[in-house]
């Protein structure tokens, strides 16, 4: 952890991509234990804002800190301390669940041995992929893919963990045991970073939430913090959504971000 004693640190993060300005000036904080939701409508920066966090998009404005190490100084050592899982996870069609996962641990610089094969297996148990991670990639369904991609994250235990939509393609079951993770994680003090379209998942599951639209956030605190500044004591985040971005007439974003 760095000095601050902050697991990130995003300060005025910015990305355009030619005329379109992706993300504005984002600063946020997260401390270690915290889970910050990311909630927002398709094309709000989102997945850009995780991108720039964890180094695979260069900013083009600010800087992000991963437990007190520059991303855009120190890369490596950066993305040693975190685990990234896109919306789209990139996991290779050619090797089966089991080799990937063993492919990442390795390049993590893990042991093998049993403490890490006992690891790999209550994962693939608790995800309902025992019995399929000697299967190829390639013939997963999306769901399979993401919850592989996101044990290949788990294995390594890593300080922060960020998470591209991590329900997205998943069934009602599988969905309750990701969210079940997260919160089951976020005791053993990571810092967990999931973006998110359903409000309801982000307003149960999450300590804090950062609202973006157009590339800003718009709002952030917890659910209690956001009501005090709207002067509304039993909002729900739907309800604060709707006044942070201009009210009734944005009907239409919330309609994106309660899409099942």
Not at 64 to 76: H, K, L, Q, T
Not at 225 to 244: I, K, N, P
């Amino acid at each position: 952890m760095g000095q601050s004693g902050r697991a990130v640190e995003a300060a005025g993060l910015a990305k355009r991509f030619g005329a379109v300005e992706a993300v504005r000036g984002v600063s946020l904080t997260v401390d270690a234990g915290e889970i910050l939701g990311i909630v927002g409508p398709n094309g709000a920066g989102k997945t850009t804002l995780l991108r720039m966090l964890c180094g695979l998009v260069a900013p083009t404005a600010g800087r992000a800190a991963i437990c007190g190490i520059d991303v855009g100084s120190n890369p490596e050592r950066a993305k040693a301390m975190l685990g990234y899982l896109d919306e789209e996870p990139f996991v290779y069609p050619n090797l089966t669940g089991a080799e990937f996962v063993d492919l990442v641990a390795d390049l993590y610089g893990m042991r093998r041995g049993a403490e890490r094969r006992n690891r790999v297996d209550g994962w693939l148990h608790f995800l309902e992929l025992a019995g399929k991670e000697h299967e190829l990639i390639g013939s997963y369904s999306h769901g399979m893919r993401q919850k592989i991609g996101l044990i290949s994250l788990l294995v390594h235990e890593p300080a922060v963990l960020l998470l591209d939509e991590p329900t997205t393609g998943l069934g009602p079951r599988s969905a309750r045991r990701v969210k079940d993770l997260i919160a089951e994680r976020s005791r053993r003090r990571p810092a967990i970073l999931p973006s998110m379209h359903i409000l309801e998942v982000a307003q149960a599951l999450c300590s804090r939430v950062a609202i973006m639209s157009h590339g800003s956030v718009v709002a952030l605190g917890s659910l209690d913090e956001l009501r005090t500044r709207a002067g509304a004591g039993d909002a729900s985040l739907e309800d604060l959504f709707l006044q942070v971005t201009g009210g009734p007439d944005q009907r239409e974003l919330i309609d994106h971000l309660l899409a099942r």
